[in-house]
C-alpha cells in the first residue's frame, strides 16, 4: 500500500549534489516538496527543474524546502544543474537526491518493490518516478501527485496546493476549487453556525452545507 495522507514519510539517508542528508533532519521545522525524475538530461525534467528554480524566493516566502530526486549519480545532477540554470535562467540552488539504487523511490513506493533497472536505464525504464510529495513540518504527508512522462507539471499549481495547505494546516477551513490567496474559504462542517460565526464573525451560508468566510478572520 502507497504512502497515505498523513502517514509520516520515510526517513532515508542518502547522496544529493550538495552532500550526505538526513532527511527528517534536513526538514528541520519547515514544510519540504520532494519531487522526483525519472532520469538527468531529459527534456520535460529540464523545464520542470527549471520551473522550480525560477520560483526559489515562493518557496522561502513559505519557509518551504525543496528537493529533487533522479535515478542517477550526484555527479550527473551536477552537471545537468549547468543545463537547467541555462534553460531556465535562474540557478538550481536546491539538492537533487541520488536514488542511483532506488531506495527512495521504493521506500516511497514510486516504482513496485522488484523494480529492477540495468545499466544504461532510458527514462523510460523509471518512468514512474515523476511524483511530488507535498510534507507538513510534523513530517506528515500532506499531499501527492503523480504525472505520466508525456506531460510536465504545473508548478504554479503546486505552489498554489501549498498556500491552500498551509491556510488549512491545523484550523477549521479548506478551500474550495481553484482557490487563490486571498479568496473566501469554506467553513468545516465540523462547526455549527453559531460555532462558525463565533469563531469567524460573518459568514456566507451559500448552502446548509456550504458556508464561506473571509480568510483573515
Same mark, same amino acid.
Given at each position: 500500500?502507497?504512502?497515505?495522507?498523513?502517514?509520516?514519510?520515510?526517513?532515508?539517508?542518502?547522496?544529493?549534489?550538495?552532500?550526505?542528508?538526513?532527511?527528517?533532519?534536513?526538514?528541520?521545522?519547515?514544510?519540504?516538496?520532494?519531487?522526483?525524475?525519472?532520469?538527468?538530461?531529459?527534456?520535460?525534467?529540464?523545464?520542470?527543474?527549471?520551473?522550480?528554480?525560477?520560483?526559489?524566493?515562493?518557496?522561502?516566502?513559505?519557509?518551504?524546502?525543496?528537493?529533487?530526486?533522479?535515478?542517477?549519480?550526484?555527479?550527473?545532477?551536477?552537471?545537468?544543474?549547468?543545463?537547467?540554470?541555462?534553460? +531556465?535562467?535562474?540557478?538550481?540552488? =536546491?539538492? #537533487?537526491?541520488? $536514488?542511483?539504487? /532506488?531506495?527512495? %523511490?521504493?521506500?516511497?513506493? *514510486?516504482?513496485?518493490?522488484?523494480?529492477?533497472?540495468?545499466?544504461?536505464?532510458?527514462?523510460?525504464?523509471? +518512468?514512474?518516478?515523476?511524483?511530488? =510529495?507535498? #510534507?507538513?513540518? $510534523?513530517?506528515? /504527508?500532506?499531499? %501527492?501527485?503523480?504525472?505520466? *512522462?508525456?506531460?510536465?507539471?504545473?508548478?504554479?499549481?503546486?505552489?498554489?496546493?501549498?498556500?491552500?495547505?498551509?491556510?488549512?494546516?491545523?484550523?477549521?477551513?479548506?478551500?474550495?476549487?481553484?482557490?487563490?490567496?486571498?479568496?473566501?474559504?469554506?467553513?468545516?462542517?465540523?462547526?455549527?453556525?453559531?460555532?462558525?460565526?463565533?469563531?469567524?464573525?460573518?459568514?456566507?451560508?451559500?448552502?446548509?452545507?456550504?458556508?464561506?468566510?473571509?480568510?483573515?478572520?
Amino acid at each position: 500500500m502507497g504512502l497515505r495522507i498523513n502517514d509520516i514519510v520515510p526517513d532515508f539517508t542518502a547522496e544529493t549534489d550538495q552532500g550526505t542528508i538526513r532527511f527528517h533532519d534536513w526538514i528541520g521545522d519547515n514544510w519540504a516538496i520532494l519531487f522526483s525524475h525519472p532520469k538527468d538530461f531529459t527534456p520535460v525534467c529540464t523545464t520542470e527543474f527549471g520551473a522550480v528554480a525560477q520560483l526559489a524566493d515562493e518557496w522561502e516566502k513559505r519557509d518551504t524546502k525543496v528537493i529533487g530526486l533522479s535515478v542517477d549519480a550526484a555527479d550527473e545532477h551536477v552537471k545537468w544543474k549547468s543545463d537547467i540554470e541555462g534553460y +531556465a535562467g535562474a540557478k538550481p540552488a =536546491f539538492p #537533487i537526491i541520488a $536514488d542511483v539504487d /532506488l531506495a527512495v %523511490s521504493k521506500a516511497f513506493e *514510486m516504482l513496485p518493490a522488484e523494480a529492477y533497472m540495468p545499466d544504461g536505464r532510458t527514462a523510460a525504464d523509471s +518512468a514512474s518516478v515523476r511524483s511530488v =510529495f507535498i #510534507i507538513s513540518p $510534523d513530517k506528515k /504527508l500532506q499531499l %501527492s501527485m503523480t504525472y505520466p *512522462m508525456s506531460v510536465g507539471r504545473n508548478f504554479a499549481e503546486v505552489l498554489r496546493a501549498l498556500d491552500a495547505l498551509q491556510a488549512t494546516y491545523g484550523n477549521s477551513i479548506a478551500t474550495p476549487a481553484n482557490w487563490t490567496v486571498g479568496e473566501d474559504v469554506i467553513v468545516a462542517l465540523s462547526l455549527d453556525d453559531d460555532q462558525a460565526r463565533e469563531k469567524f464573525g460573518e459568514i456566507d451560508v451559500k448552502l446548509p452545507y456550504l458556508r464561506m468566510t473571509k480568510r483573515s478572520a
